[in-house]
C-alpha cells in the first residue's frame, strides 16, 4: 500500500508529538508512525523534569554557563544560548495545553535539582514528569485532524532520489518504507519531508534504563541515507539505577539527590565530596565514574543512595513512583538505603542537525534524542533533553513549512513497492536474539564507563562479526521487527566505536585510561558512510 503525505515524522516521543501538532496547525498532512504503541517512549518514563529558566532568581547566562560546564568544553554556545532562551515560550505552550507542573503550598512552581545545576530550575509533574508531557501532547494530536498516527509501524529505511535514480540528479528525500508489524507487511509512505523522531540508542548497552523501543533506529538509517553522525562516543551513563539480579534499571532520578540523598560506598562512608566541589550534585559523568570506582575498589556490585534523613510523607509524596517500585521490592526508602548502579541512560550524539533541525540530506530533519545539535556537548546536563525536544521541533517546523511549499513545486519520483525475498527458518529467530544479547554485553563490557584502545577494538572485531552474520545470513528473511532493531543496534554499536576510536583524549563521558588527558582544543567526532 501506498500513502502521501506532507510531512512524515517517525516517533511519538516529546519531539516527534511536537513537531507534528507544529506542522499540522499550520495546515499541513502529517503522518506519525510509531513503531508500538503511541505512548512507548523514552519520554513517557522521564522523571526530574524540563530544566527551564522561570524564576526570578534564575536567569539564562546561568542556565548556559552549568550546560557548558556539563558539556566538558564540547557544546556549540551559541547552540546552548539559543535553546536555553527560547525554552520558557515552549514550556508555556506546554502548559497551554494542560500540562500541569508540581507547586508548592505558595503556589509557586516547586523548582527541582539535578547533577550540574547550580540552581533549582526543573520543572516537573512529581516523579512522573514524561507521563504528564505524553499524555498532553497525545491529547493535543488526538484533536488534530491534519495528523494521522500510526501504531505498529516500524520505519525501515528513509528513501531518497539518490537511490531510486542510483545516485543520478541532486538528492532529496522521497518518503520511507515502512513494516506494518501487525500485517506483517512493508507499505510505502511518500512525502518530501521525513522527521526522524526515534530516541536514542540505549538498547545497545547490557544494562540501561531506556525502554525496548531504544534501538537507534533513526540514527542507523540516516547514516546509512548517507548522513552525517556526530559525537556518538558520548554515551550518558546515569549515576543512580535501582540495582537488581534480574538485570532490569528502573531510575532513581538524581531529583532524589537534589532533595538531600547521598551516596555511600559500601563502607557506608559518602564519597562524592572526595571526587568534586558539588559532591553529590556534581555533573553526570563524573558521579558515574566516582561509582564506578568504588564499586571497582569494594568489589560491591552497587553503591547505597541514602535519602533516610527525609520524612516518608514528604518522599511519598514528592517521589510517588520511586516510592511505589522500591516499597514493592521491600525497600522502604524512609527507612533503607537504595541499592544502585550507573547504567546506559542517553545518547548525547546523533545525526548531525543545524539549529533548524535540518540534516545535510535535503527534506531529512532529526529531533530529540536522535539528533546531535551541539546542546550537549561530550555530557548532557540533566534534564536539558525534553528542553531541547520541544524548542527544536518548534525551529524545525518552521524550515519544514519552507522546504515543503519549495519540495511540492517538483513532482515526487514514483517509489517502487518493498520486495519482500521471503522465508527465514523460525529456529534461526533464537539465534537473532543470541546476537542481541551477545552485541549488548559486548558493549557493556568494553565500551563502558571507562574504556582502553585494546578493549575498544576488541569490541571493533566483534561487533564486525556480527554484522558480517547480519548481512551475509540473515538479510533475506522476510523482515521482522527484531532483526531490524539488531541491524540497527549494531550499526549505531560500531559508530559509537568508530567515534570513540578517534577521540585520543579523555572529555565529558569518553574516559580512555590510553589518553587520560584532555586535548586544548574541543572537536566533534564525525562519521558518515562512504
Ligand atoms: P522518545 O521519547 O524516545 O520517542 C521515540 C519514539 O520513536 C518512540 O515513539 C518510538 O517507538 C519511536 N520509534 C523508534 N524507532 C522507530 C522506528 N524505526 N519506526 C517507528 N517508530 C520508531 N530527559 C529530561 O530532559 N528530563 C528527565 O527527567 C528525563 N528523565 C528520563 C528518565 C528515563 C527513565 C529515561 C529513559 C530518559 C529520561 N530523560 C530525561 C531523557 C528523555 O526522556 C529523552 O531523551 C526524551 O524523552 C527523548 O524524546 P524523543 O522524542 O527524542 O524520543
Ligand atoms: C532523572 O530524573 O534523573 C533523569 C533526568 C534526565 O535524564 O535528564
Request: aromatic letters at 6%; a neutral charge.
Amino acid at each position: 500500500m501506498t500513502r502521501s503525505f506532507d510531512v512524515i515524522v517517525v516517533g511519538s516521543g516529546i519531539a516527534g508529538l511536537s513537531f507534528a501538532l507544529k506542522l499540522a496547525q499550520t495546515g499541513h498532512s502529517v503522518a506519525i508512525l510509531t513503531k508500538k504503541t503511541r505512548a512507548e517512549s523514552n519520554t513517557n518514563y522521564a522523571q526530574g523534569g524540563i530544566a527551564v529558566v522561570t524564576s526570578k532568581t534564575d536567569d539564562f547566562d546561568s542556565h548556559v554557563r552549568d550546560t557548558l560546564v556539563a558539556g566538558d568544553g564540547l557544546c556549540n554556545e551559541k547552540v546552548v544560548r539559543e535553546i536555553v532562551s527560547d525554552g520558557p515560550q515552549r514550556v508555556k505552550e506546554l502548559v497551554d495545553l494542560g500540562l500541569s507542573f508540581s507547586r508548592g503550598p505558595s503556589g509557586a512552581y516547586d523548582l527541582g535539582r539535578e547533577g550540574g545545576h547550580t540552581k533549582r530550575r526543573i520543572l516537573h509533574v512529581k516523579d512522573m514528569t514524561g507521563k504528564a508531557i505524553e499524555e498532553a501532547l497525545l491529547h493535543a494530536v488526538g484533536q488534530e485532524p491534519n495528523i494521522s498516527l500510526f501504531e505498529h509501524f516500524f520505519a525501515i529505511d528513509v528513501l531518497t532520489t539518490a537511490k531510486l535514480r542510483k545516485g543520478r540528479g541532486p538528492n532529496r528525500v522521497v518518503g520511507l518504507y515502512a513494516l506494518d508489524v501487525r500485517d506483517e507487511r512493508v507499505d510505502t509512505f511518500c512525502a518530501p519531508a521525513v522527521v526522524l523522531s526515534t530516541g536514542g540508542a540505549g538498547q545497545v548497552y547490557l544494562y540501561t534504563t531506556n525502554p525496548d523501543i531504544a534501538t537507534g533506529d533513526g540514527i542507523a538509517m540516516a547514516y546509512r541515507a548517507g548522513v552525517e553522525v556526530r559525537n556518538m562516543e558520548f554515551i550518558q551513563f546515569h549515576p543512580t539505577a535501582l540495582y537488581s539480579l534480574s538485570g532490569a534499571r528502573f531510575l532513581i532520578s538524581e531529583a532524589v539527590r537534589g532533595e538531600g540523598a547521598i551516596l555511600r560506598n559500601a563502607a557506608g562512608e559518602a564519597f562524592m565530596r572526595g571526587y568534586h566541589e558539588m559532591a553529590d550534585l556534581a555533573p553526570r559523568d563524573i558521579v558515574a565514574r566516582a561509582i564506578d570506582s568504588e564499586m571497582k575498589k569494594s568489589g560491591s556490585p552497587h553503591v547505597w543512595l541514602d535519602i533516610t534523613h527525609r520524612n516518608e510523607a514528604f518522599l511519598r509524596e514528592r517521589f510517588p513512583q520511586i516510592y511505589q517500585t522500591c516499597r514493592k521490592l521491600g525497600i522502604n526508602i524512609a527507612k533503607d538505603m537504595i541499592p544502585v548502579v550507573p547504567a546506559a541512560h542517553y545518547t548525547c550524539g546523533g545525526v548531525a542537525t543545524n539549529l533548524s533541525a535540518e540534516t545535510e540530506l535535503d527534506g531529512l530533519y532529526a529531533c530529540g534524542e536522535v539528533a546531535c545539535t551541539g546542546l550537549h556537548g561530550a555530557n548532557r546536563l540533566a534534564s536539558n533533553s525534553l528542553l531541547e525536544a520541544v524548542v527544536m521541533a518548534h525551529r524545525g517546523a518552521e524550515s519544514v513549512r519552507r522546504y515543503v511549499a519549495s519540495a511540492k513545486k517538483s513532482p515526487m519520483p514514483s517509489i517502487p513497492d518493498w520486495v519482500d525475498l521471503g522465508g527465514g527458518d523460525v529456529d534461526e529467530r533464537v539465534v537473532i536474539s543470541h546476537n542481541w544479547d551477545e552485541l549488548r554485553r559486548t558493549m557493556w563490557d568494553y565500551v563502558s564507563i571507562v574504556r582502553t584502545t585494546k578493549r575498544l577494538e576488541r569490541a571493533r572485531t566483534r561487533i564486525g562479526n556480527l554484522a558480517k552474520e547480519i548481512h551475509d545470513y540473515y538479510w533475506n528473511f522476510s523482515v521482522d521487527p527484531r532483526l531490524l532493531e539488531l541491524r540497527n543496534l549494531i550499526e549505531v554499536a560500531e559508530l559509537v566505536v568508530t567515534c570513540a576510536l578517534q577521540r585520543h583524549e579523555s572529555r565529558g563521558l569518553h574516559a580512555i585510561a590510553d589518553y587520560p588527558r584532555k586535548l586544548k582544543v574541543a572537536r566533534d567526532s564525525r562519521v558518515r558512510r562512504s
